[in-house]
């Protein structure tokens, strides 16, 4: 009897899921057919052009400069913390008129960027600066300066990678600077 009362519980559950799937599903179709109505019209209606919009043309190529870096990333291999790094990445205009660096920005507070403030004429070189304080960093360290120029595409990165080993409590504590007497 018990067997009994168990299989009619297990068939009303049977039934019961069977029958709110449908129903999910049901429902589901009617929201997806909705759904797929909007999208129709909504592609149908022409979308108004806001006023404040501007129409971006590409670039004529006689009003910008281009960069051409001899290299864009530097490696400075494996030194210990506190030690300094200065690398120059050197660049020669190749585009049709004067490029102007309008800023530079570094990835931290241990980078800092010094530049050509000056328009570069197309066809003459300018630099990047970039000096990395390694004091209070350790392990794997990749830097970036971010450009901003009168360029296609108008920012360009630098980047700088290395390891940074962590200075021992034996080690000797780096000079101060001249001691006076």
């Known amino acids: 009897m018990y067997r009994n009362v168990y299989l009619a519980f297990a068939l009303m559950a049977v039934s019961l899921a069977a029958f709110s799937c449908n129903s999910k599903s049901t429902e589901e179709s009617e929201r997806i057919k909705a759904l797929e109505e909007k999208i129709s019209q909504l592609e149908q209606t022409s979308i108004a052009t806001p006023t404040s919009a501007q129409n971006v043309q590409p670039a004529d190529p006689s009003t910008v400069g281009a960069f051409d870096f001899q290299t864009m990333e530097y490696d400075f291999g494996t030194i210990p913390e506190g030690e300094v790094i200065e690398h120059v990445f050197s660049f020669k205009n190749s585009g049709q008129a004067p490029l102007v660096i309008s ?15 000056t328009p570069i004429k197309p066809g003459d070189e300018g630099f990047v600066k970039v000096v990395f304080n390694s004091a209070g960093k350790t392990g794997v ?17 630098l980047r700088l990678k290395g390891t940074v080993n962590q200075r021992t409590a034996s080690a000797e504590k780096p000079s101060l600077g001249p001691v006076k007497r």
């Not at 360290?141 to 990165?157: D, E, F, K, L, Y």
Request: proline share 9%; aromatic share 4%; glycine share 4%.
């Open 103 to 117: 800023n530079i920005q570094a990835s931290c507070g241990c980078t800092s960027p010094d530049w050509t403030k």
């Open 141 to 157: 360290q990749s830097p970036t300066v971010t450009i901003q120029a009168n360029t296609t595409p108008n920012v360009t990165r």
